[in-house]
């Protein structure tokens, strides 16, 4: 298995991006989770409506975000439900449980980083 995968967050990638400025790290992962919260209840929606153009559309924006700060795991499931989306195939369950369950270990892990962050309960 990818060690990358093993992680909610490379640290590195989040570090690279914040320029090491920790204040700057947690506003980019409370923006982030603020933000994925809201794109993935439309691109469940979507799937439940049978809407592939929005679902790719959600899961595209999913997979940019979560690659920009190192959620990996985010980027790597986000991905492969765009991937069915575009190819019109049926969704397989498990994808968008995972992804859920993947931006929780995120919320947790930020959470952990950021005690101090309320907005994110």
Not at 60 to 65: L, P, R, T
Not at 69 to 90: N, P, S
Request: proline share 4%; glycine share 2%; hydrophobic share 35%.
């Amino acid at each position: 298995m990818d060690p990358s995968l093993s992680v909610p967050i490379d640290r590195n990638q989040l570090q690279e991006c914040s320029e090491g400025d920790r204040a700057f790290e947690q506003e980019l992962l409370t923006l982030f989770v603020d933000d994925t919260q809201q794109h993935l209840e439309r691109l469940q929606v979507a799937i439940t409506n049978r809407d592939a153009q929005t679902a790719m559309r959600e899961a595209h924006h999913i997979k940019g975000s979560s690659a920009h700060i190192g959620a990996q795991v985010i980027f790597t499931l986000a991905t492969a439900i765009e991937d069915h989306m575009k190819q019109q195939t049926t969704l397989p369950e498990p994808l968008l449980s995972q992804l859920a369950t993947a931006y929780q270990d995120v919320v947790a892990l930020t959470e952990q980083w950021y005690p101090e962050s309320t907005r994110l309960s």
